[in-house]
Structures are given as structure tokens and as C-alpha cells.
């Protein structure tokens, strides 16, 4: 059965099909083509199922986020579905899930490749969400790393000092300066690559949100979750529903004058530490 006859349907790119990333392809997935990519083909199949049988229309393509080839095939398999007007990006890897080199190679510089061959077929007035993290403030870096971090070609981001020495001592660290990039990188683009497109982007930077890879976390990072969800102003952990709604909006036409900026949604815990009511120790 045709569920939808219409042709040119809007496309919607979602890299890497998990929790959040599903939560707000469905807000905004009705009448449009819904290309899923992800490493894992179970992954794939699953998240495919529970959306076709809630009656949208998807296709799937594996996809390595951190192969360049890969996402350039990806990116080339949603043009030639119809106009790419949305791109939502959330494949990463947490810190207790990966060593560093896999998070420079994941969160760093896949993010990059991804923003930068998304800008290459994102539709006029389409719009780009990046799924960065709270975490990418919690490190206070100098003006110099943070302007490096924004405009390094992508080919040479794993070379900067910062990743070499820092990002590299461990996980915590590279997850950190990986998120930090993203943000950076976006407002980058926003005035770049993705600007000459007519195309807006942002990062969404989520706190704690109940999802699979979180559920990692929480078992390997001791009472520190606890204490995070404890001193925050919400007292709770988020869900990915409510990332859902925040993207749905960014991607929408209601947010036409958005771009290059960042949208926080942690509960407070960002606010907690900055103003000393949570002291958080990074090593
Ligand atoms: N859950 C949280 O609390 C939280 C908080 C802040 C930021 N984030 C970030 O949000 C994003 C999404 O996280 P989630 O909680 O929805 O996790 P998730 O595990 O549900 O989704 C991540 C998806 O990325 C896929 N993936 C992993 N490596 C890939 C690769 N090389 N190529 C393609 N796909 C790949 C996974 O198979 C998975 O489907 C991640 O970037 C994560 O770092 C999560």
C-alpha cells in the first residue's frame, strides 16, 4: 500500500537513528520522506519498524559517521530522495562507551564531516540540528582553542594541540572538547558553508537525558549522575520527548530567524555550576 502519493516530499536526514535523534524525526516526520542512517543495521531495522508502522514513510542506509565516503554517500542518498530540508545529526559515542581516539574520530571530527557535507545538499530554507551536550561547557577554554576549534579544516581537527594533549588524556576530556567543537563549529558554518546554501543550523546541547547510551553513563560514573540531577534547579533527569519538541521547534519555520547559536536543556545543571551551587571536579 501507497501510504503517500504526493511526490517531491520534503526530505528529513537523521545521522544516527537513536533515542533522541527518532524523538524528534517523529515530531516533525508527517507527509515527508524520512531517510534513517546508522552503523548498526539492527538499529536500522528497528527504528524503521516502529516508524513505518505509526505511518511514515522511511527509508534506511547504513552509515559510518566516522568514514567521510560513508557520509558523502548518505548526504547523496537523501538528495536524491527529494529536497533535503532537514538534517538532524546524532551519532556519537559517550565516555564510558569509547576510548578517546573513537570520540575524536565520532563526536569531533564526524560532526564536522557531517555539518560540512550536509551544507553540500541541505535544501534553500532548509534547516541543520546538531546534537552536541551540556558537557561542551564545562571546560573553560582559551579564546585561541576555541577559535581553533571553530575554524580548523576538518582534515586537520585531530591534529590541533588541544586534541593531542588534552582531548586525548581521557574519554571525559575528548567527549568535552568534541561537544565544545560542535557548538563552535555550527555558528561556523551558520555564517559559512551553510549561509551560501540559504540553510539555517544549531546545536541542541541536551543534560541528562534517559536514553540507551545515558544508561551507559549512569553505570559508569558512579554518584556523579546523582549529584548532577540533585543540585539541578528541575531535580530530574529530561527525557527524549522534551529534546524532541526543542528540535521540532529550531527545525521549524518558527524558528526562520535562528542560526549559528545554541539551545541548552539540561534542567539547570550548567546554571548550578557556574554559580558555584554544584561543584563539579573535571579532571
Ligand atoms: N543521552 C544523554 O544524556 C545525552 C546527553 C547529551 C548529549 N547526548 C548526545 O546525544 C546524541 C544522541 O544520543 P542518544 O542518547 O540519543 O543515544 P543513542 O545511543 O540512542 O543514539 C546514538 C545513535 O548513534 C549511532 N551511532 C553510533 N556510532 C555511529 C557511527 N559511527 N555512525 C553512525 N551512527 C552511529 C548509534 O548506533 C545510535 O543509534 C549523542 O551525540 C550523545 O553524545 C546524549
Same mark, same amino acid.
Given at each position: 500500500?501507497?501510504?503517500?502519493?504526493?511526490?517531491?516530499?520534503?526530505?528529513?536526514?537523521?545521522?544516527?537513528?537513536?533515542?533522541?535523534?527518532?524523538?524528534?524525526?517523529?515530531?516533525?516526520?508527517?507527509?515527508?520522506?524520512?531517510?534513517?542512517?546508522?552503523?548498526?543495521?539492527?538499529?536500522?531495522?528497528?527504528?524503521?519498524?516502529?516508524?513505518?508502522?505509526?505511518?511514515?514513510?522511511?527509508?534506511?542506509?547504513?552509515?559510518?559517521?566516522?568514514?567521510?565516503?560513508?557520509?558523502?554517500?548518505?548526504?547523496?542518498?537523501?538528495? %536524491?530522495?527529494?529536497?533535503?530540508?532537514?538534517?538532524?545529526?546524532?551519532?556519537? @559515542?559517550?565516555?564510558?562507551?569509547?576510548?578517546?581516539?573513537?570520540?575524536?574520530?565520532?563526536?569531533?571530527?564526524?560532526?564536522?564531516?557531517?555539518?560540512?557535507?550536509?551544507?553540500?545538499?541541505?535544501?534553500?530554507?532548509?534547516?541543520?540540528?546538531?546534537?552536541?551536550?551540556?558537557?561542551?561547557?564545562?571546560?573553560?577554554?582559551?579564546?585561541?582553542?576555541?577559535?581553533?576549534?571553530?575554524?580548523?579544516?576538518?582534515?586537520?581537527?585531530?591534529?590541533?594541540?588541544?586534541?593531542?594533549?588534552?582531548?586525548?588524556?581521557?574519554?571525559?576530556?575528548?567527549?568535552?572538547?568534541?561537544?565544545?567543537?560542535?557548538?563552535?563549529?555550527?555558528?561556523?558554518?551558520? @555564517?559559512?558553508?551553510?549561509?551560501?546554501?540559504?540553510?539555517?543550523?544549531?546545536?541542541?546541547?541536551?543534560?541528562?537525558?534517559?536514553?540507551?547510551?545515558?544508561?551507559?553513563?549512569?553505570? @559508569?560514573?558512579?554518584?556523579?549522575?546523582?549529584?548532577?540531577?540533585?543540585?539541578?534547579?528541575?531535580?530530574?533527569?529530561?527525557?527524549?520527548?522534551?529534546?524532541?519538541?526543542?528540535?521540532?521547534?529550531?527545525?521549524?519555520?518558527?524558528?526562520?530567524?535562528?542560526?549559528?547559536?545554541?539551545?541548552?536543556?539540561?534542567?539547570?545543571?550548567? @546554571?548550578?555550576?557556574? %554559580?558555584?551551587?554544584?561543584?563539579?571536579?573535571?579532571?
Amino acid at each position: 500500500m501507497n501510504f503517500n502519493s504526493n511526490t517531491n516530499k520534503p526530505v528529513i536526514a537523521l545521522l544516527g537513528s537513536g533515542s533522541m535523534g527518532t524523538a524528534i524525526t517523529k515530531r516533525i516526520g508527517a507527509g515527508k520522506t524520512i531517510l534513517l542512517g546508522d552503523i548498526s543495521e539492527k538499529n536500522l531495522e528497528e527504528r524503521a519498524k516502529e516508524l513505518r508502522t505509526s505511518g511514515y514513510i522511511v527509508e534506511t542506509q547504513k552509515v559510518d559517521a566516522c568514514d567521510g565516503d560513508s557520509v558523502r554517500a548518505f548526504a547523496e542518498k537523501a538528495a %536524491s530522495l527529494g529536497p533535503v530540508k532537514y538534517f538532524i545529526d546524532t551519532a556519537g @559515542a559517550s565516555p564510558s562507551q569509547a576510548k578517546p581516539e573513537h570520540i575524536i574520530k565520532l563526536d569531533l571530527v564526524g560532526t564536522a564531516i557531517a555539518i560540512d557535507e550536509f551544507s553540500k545538499v541541505i535544501a534553500e530554507g532548509g534547516a541543520g540540528l546538531i546534537v552536541a551536550s551540556q558537557t561542551g561547557y564545562m571546560m573553560h577554554l582559551t579564546p585561541e582553542v576555541e577559535h581553533e576549534l571553530a575554524m580548523t579544516e576538518t582534515e586537520k581537527l585531530a591534529d590541533l594541540e588541544v586534541v593531542k594533549s588534552t582531548a586525548m588524556s581521557n574519554s571525559g576530556a575528548a567527549y568535552i572538547i568534541s561537544k565544545r567543537a560542535n557548538q563552535l563549529r555550527v555558528r561556523t558554518a551558520a @555564517a559559512t558553508s551553510w549561509a551560501d546554501a540559504r540553510a539555517r543550523i544549531n546545536t541542541i546541547s541536551p543534560g541528562v537525558i534517559v536514553t540507551p547510551l545515558a544508561y551507559d553513563e549512569f553505570n @559508569a560514573a558512579g554518584n556523579t549522575y546523582q549529584q548532577m540531577i540533585d543540585s539541578s534547579a528541575a531535580r530530574r533527569v529530561g527525557t527524549p520527548e522534551e529534546i524532541g519538541a526543542a528540535g521540532a521547534f529550531l527545525l521549524s519555520d518558527e524558528a526562520s530567524f535562528i542560526t549559528g547559536t545554541d539551545l541548552l536543556i539540561d534542567g539547570g545543571v550548567i @546554571a548550578a555550576i557556574e %554559580s558555584g551551587t554544584y561543584n563539579l571536579h573535571i579532571r
